[in-house]
């Protein structure tokens, strides 16, 4: 199977995954790691640019579990994460992190959020590998493996 059929699988499974857990996601601390993990995601790189952008306001507005949050409350949460890490890379990504650890109290929770992840890296059919290294710490962070994600 071709790398990108395994990416499309794999962002498709994981928001089929979501979805069948929607009503367990309603927190705020959900909604604030979600956010966190979107937006370091988009500037995992490094640069954001409004393709990314694009894909998180899209994700944002039509993913049914973010549905669960009021759509402008989801962008001002990211745009406030991305304009951290965009200040200084190395310390937004450290009060980033902060922000998706307040998933870590609640497994199903914390397993979204990296799913989240994965869904944003592989929405442009490229889960790179800085992409893929910024979930990977995210799953530290919130004490999960990531080898069950496949990373």
């Known amino acids: 199977m ?17 979805v069948a857990r ?8 959900f909604r604030d790691a979600s956010m966190a993990m979107c937006a370091l995601v988009a500037a995992a790189d490094g640069t954001i640019d409004p393709a990314e952008r694009r894909r998180v306001a899209q994700l944002i507005s039509t993913n049914e579990v973010l549905q669960n949050f009021d759509a402008t409350d989801l962008q001002r949460r990211f745009d406030e994460n991305l304009d951290k890490l965009t200040a200084d890379f190395d310390f937004g ?6 922000e998706i650890a307040k998933a870590k109290k609640k497994p199903a929770e914390a397993r979204a959020v990296v799913q989240i ?9 490229d889960f790179d590998k800085t992409e893929q290294s910024v979930v990977r710490e995210a799953c530290f962070t919130l004490g999960l493996p990531p080898h069950e994600f496949d990373l």
């Open 2 to 18: 071709a790398l990108w059929d395994r990416i499309k699988e794999s962002a498709s499974g994981m928001q089929t995954q979501l």
């Open 22 to 29: 929607k009503n367990d996601l309603k927190s705020g601390a």
């Open 93 to 98: 990504r450290v009060s980033v992190l902060q």
């Open 117 to 125: 992840g994965i869904v944003i890296g592989g929405a442009d059919g």
